[in-house]
């Protein structure tokens, strides 16, 4: 019942904010746009049309509001004006009342926020959908004073997601059981992976969690800042980060009168989403304009500065060693490997016929090399491409779509940043390199560094263990060949009674013929 509930609130938003005619009127059919001013009779949409669904979809919640920061980042779709207006929701959406994240604060740490902080600013530096955060001051344990930001979890978000989730998942198996495509394209296992992720940014230790790793793994890079966590403020609901300063991404006017090179930037972009993907498989998969920002300080002049951990993608290595040698395969233009990799993958049906597959993704790709970002559209390549796969039967991939959401992010970023950036030269170094160190010498080094103490603690041992598998072997061996004997014993005594039995026969049939022959009775 709730569900249903939830499916008529949202269409009730829908109307009220004129979405219906937003819909109809982008079609060109002139009776579509006079169905549409028919509805619009009674009800006030003078405000404009990219206003209008930015606040319809702060009204459904968060989930709304995460696709309309997804779609903000694509302007290659979208009017100007719309795009404009969605961006506002990447950190300007309406924050709560501070003195319920005042009160979440005390509640987590059980100390009132005077004694945890030298200062607090009641009015939050930036608004999200799952959170808000607020600039502060700690007292560390010596008694030292260090600028932090105060990230705090919404109030009542598990409820609100639970009901767009429930939704979502009644509809993901209305349309595997009515739709064609449904078993394809696996819509309840792409809601289940949703459902995961939003559940995980709901655990902000998760996040910090997230956050370590992630500067961990970026530490020996040098073109990205990740906070520090201070573990002693962390809280399912409150955590307490090192405070960065740095420019939004957004704003490059500004970038530039500092002295920013951006192309050089844009590249930095490429490397670091193909770092974080392929070498470590655990990347950042919120990348929107609204959680980066650049630094110009002198002592990391340029650099990225990453922010909000809250939903991280994992790749394993059959999935990075698989994607690397598609997108390989892809900027040699050697497309009889890519299709052969969908059908050893499982991808396809094993029955695909590698030259068929071949000249069909050849058909979709071959326009798009050779150009600037400025003239390839990401999103007509992927709508092609999905034209294709639906024709090969290729199956969706849940685990891979925040990475297809994170590669729509990075394409929209480099858009922005240098629209003659070429994403393919950029990228294909990196890639060669990569799997070069997958399959060369130095991968096997490191392999034997990491298994090193593990088998010098197992070496001496070997004697015994291979003396110990013997005599199990040999153990099995004898049990088989006892119980082999058995069966065959047990089998002979068959024989012998079988061969027991034929030659009575035998012999009864030879005793009648010579009782036939010599004592033959008078009566024949």
């Not at 990447?90 to 319920?100: L, S």
């Not at 009015?123 to 008694?143: C, K, M, N, W, Y």
């Not at 740095?246 to 193909?274: C, N, W, Y």
């Not at 950029?426 to 060369?440: C, H, R, S, V, Y």
Request: proline content about 6%.
């Amino acid at each position: 019942m709730t569900r249903y509930l939830r499916g008529i609130a949202i269409i009730w938003v829908a109307l009220r904010f004129g979405l219906d005619e937003l819909v109809l009127t982008s079609f060109r059919r002139p009776w579509l746009s006079t169905i549409a001013r028919i509805l619009s009779v009674g009800r006030d949409l003078s405000a404009p049309r990219g206003q209008r669904l930015r606040m319809a979809l702060e009204h459904l919640g968060p989930i709304f509001v995460k696709f309309g920061q997804v779609l903000s980042t694509r302007r290659d779709l979208l009017p100007p004006d719309v795009a404009d207006e969605l961006a506002r929701l990447q950190d300007r959406v309406p924050p709560f009342d501070p003195a319920v994240a005042i009160a979440t604060i005390e509640r987590a740490f059980r100390k009132p926020v005077d004694t945890i902080f030298a200062s607090f600013d009641r009015e939050p530096i930036a608004s999200a959908s799952i959170a808000q955060v607020h600039f502060a001051t700690l007292i560390d344990r010596d008694g030292r004073t260090r600028d932090v930001a105060v990230k705090v979890l919404r109030p009542g978000m598990l409820p609100v997601i639970e009901k767009d989730l429930s939704l979502m998942r009644m509809m993901a198996g209305w349309l595997e059981r009515v739709w064609v495509e449904g078993r394809r394209l696996k819509p309840r296992d792409v809601v289940g992976e949703f459902d995961k992720y939003l559940h995980d940014e709901l655990d902000l230790v998760r996040e910090a969690a997230n956050a370590a790793q992630l500067r961990r793994n970026m530490a020996g890079l040098n073109l990205v800042l990740i906070p520090e966590m201070f573990w002693d403020y962390c809280h399912p609901e409150v955590i307490v980060m090192e405070r960065m300063v740095g420019v939004p991404i957004s704003r490059i006017d500004r970038l530039r009168e500092a002295g920013v090179d951006i192309p050089q930037l844009a590249r930095d972009g490429v490397t670091i989403f193909f770092t974080q993907v392929f070498r470590d498989g655990f990347f950042h998969a919120d990348m929107h304009p609204g959680n980066i920002q650049v630094s110009i300080a002198p002592g990391t002049f340029g650099r990225y500065v990453s922010l909000d951990f809250g939903i991280i993608g994992t790749l394993t290595e059959y999935d990075k060693e698989y994607l690397a040698q598609n997108f390989t395969a892809f900027f040699r233009r050697d497309y009889k490997r890519v299709a052969q990799l969908h059908i050893e993958s499982g991808w396809v049906p094993p029955d695909t016929r590698v030259e068929e597959l071949e000249a069909a993704v050849r058909t979709v790709c071959e326009p798009y090399f050779d150009r600037p970002l400025k003239e390839i559209s990401l999103g007509l390549l992927l709508m092609r491409l999905f034209q294709t796969s639906r024709r090969f039967n290729v199956e969706i991939q849940p685990q891979l779509v925040l990475l297809q959401k994170t590669l729509l992010n990075i394409e929209g970023l480099g858009r922005q940043l240098d629209p003659d950036l070429d994403l393919w030269n950029t990228a294909k170094p990196f890639l060669e390199k990569w799997m070069l160190e997958q399959i060369g010498p130095q991968k096997l080094w490191k392999e034997l560094r990491e298994q090193g103490p593990r088998y010098a603690k197992v070496l001496p041992e070997l004697p015994h263990l291979i003396h110990k598998y013997l005599r199990s072997e040999r153990g099995i061996m004898q049990r088989d060949a006892d119980e082999l004997m058995a069966q065959l014993k047990k089998t002979n005594r068959l024989l012998q009674s079988m061969l027991y039995l034929v030659l009575t026969f035998i012999l009864g049939l030879l005793g009648l013929v010579v009782l036939d022959l010599f004592v033959r009775p008078s009566w024949f």
